[in-house]
């Protein structure tokens, strides 16, 4: 499950707890909601945990410098080359 994932289930729990007044035989649409909103939010934080290990960026161990072997010090020829 991604990210969008997750933020659906949290919207979707928010809406059955705060916004319905459905009453359902045997089911309590409040119960539902927060235990939507758990899971979501479990996700996100799942997610977000995997994502941070994913980014680690080694640097180079050496410098790469590019430069030009027939360009002279401020002249290029002549040509705005």
């Known amino acids: 499950m991604g990210l969008g994932g997750c933020i659906i289930l949290i919207a979707a729990g928010a809406i059955l707890t705060f916004a319905t007044d459905w009453d359902m ?3 309590n649409l409040d119960l539902v909601g927060i235990i939507l909103m758990i899971v ?3 996700g996100v934080t799942t997610f977000s945990s995997i994502a ?5 960026v080694v640097p180079p161990a050496t410098p790469v410098v590019s430069e030009d072997p027939h360009r002279r010090d401020g002249y290029n020829g002549g040509y705005g080359v």
């Open 25 to 27: 035989d045997g089911v």
């Open 52 to 56: 941070r290990r994913k980014r680690v």
């Open 40 to 42: 979501g939010l479990i």
